[in-house]
Nanobody, 123 residues
Framework: VQLQASGGGLVQAGGSLRLSCAAS????????MGWFRQAPGKEREFVAA????????NYADSVKGRFTISRDNAKNTVFLQMNSLKPEDTAIYYC?????????????????WGQGTQVTVSS
């Protein structure tokens, strides 16, 4: 599975961005998909995940109520809608795929990673 993330950019606090992650390969619906982020000098952290069917999701406490993860299995794409952005959301955002139909939240569960897309939120 190859992953290509896009949609990052510069936005003011309170604004919105929508990230996309296009996957190549077969059986996209067999993979749990997740978004992680890494700020300068910090470890990569979990943001959101979605089951292969799209029926279950999980979010980090820091983004609950502001971010929404979704997927379109017909188009092999996963999305992250980010609203009410804060300066502390500034990071490189990575999409990842895990060989499970469940909702993986741990970094080590993911086998495939995209290249990352920069999100910068100005105050």
């Amino acid at each position: 599975v190859q992953l290509q993330a896009s949609g990052g950019g510069l936005v003011q606090a309170g604004g919105s961005l929508r990230l996309s992650c296009a996957a190549s390969g077969r059986a996209f619906s067999w993979y749990g998909m997740g978004w992680f982020r890494q700020a300068p000098g910090k470890e990569r952290e979990f943001v959101a995940a979605i089951a292969g069917s799209g029926g279950s999701t999980n979010y980090a406490d820091s983004v609950k109520g502001r971010f929404t993860i979704s997927r379109d299995n017909a188009k092999n794409t996963v999305f992250l809608q980010m609203n009410s952005l804060k300066p502390e959301d500034t990071a490189i955002y990575y999409c990842a795929a895990a060989r499970t139909r469940a909702v993986p939240t741990v970094l080590d569960e993911y086998s495939y990673w995209g290249q990352g897309t920069q999100v910068t939120v100005s105050s």
